[in-house]
């Protein structure tokens, strides 16, 4: 079993940043992949980063160059720092953990969830 908490979210206006935070704990075998989603009002969860256990990261097009995801492994804690962000990026983010290592980790099925932390960005 995995556990994933997350936290860091809140309000900002238009061009701000947020970093967004998930501690981890349960088997780190669970966890090959870990990844960030994220859900709006009205539409379906999407995909926004992912990260496997050597570092390799992947991110969706609509947040490269403005999002980073990263991992502190001794920490057990996965970040995703957002900058330049938009109304459009306004969602309930979510944490989430695989136990199937990809080398994309946008790809694999997730098994384990975090509650989810707000995210609103104001114009």
């Known amino acids: 079993q995995v556990q994933l908490v997350e936290s860091g979210g809140g309000s900002v206006q238009s061009g701000g940043s947020l970093r967004l935070s998930c501690a981890a704990s349960?088997?780190?075998?669970?966890?090959?992949?870990m990844g960030w989603f994220r859900q709006a009002p009205g539409k379906e969860r999407e995909k926004v980063a992912g990260i496997n256990s050597e570092g390799r990261t992947s991110y969706v097009d609509s947040v490269k160059g403005r999002f980073i995801i990263s991992q502190d492994n001794a920490k057990n804690t996965l970040y995703l720092q957002m900058s330049s962000l938009k109304p459009e990026d306004t969602a309930m983010y979510y944490c989430?953990?695989?136990?199937?290592?990809?080398?994309?980790?946008?790809?694999?099925?997730?098994?384990?969830w975090g509650q989810g932390t707000q995210v609103t960005v104001s114009s």
């Open positions: 349960g088997s780190s075998y669970s966890r090959r992949c």
């Open positions: 989430a953990a695989s136990a199937n290592w990809a080398v994309d980790c946008l790809v694999p099925w997730y098994h384990y």
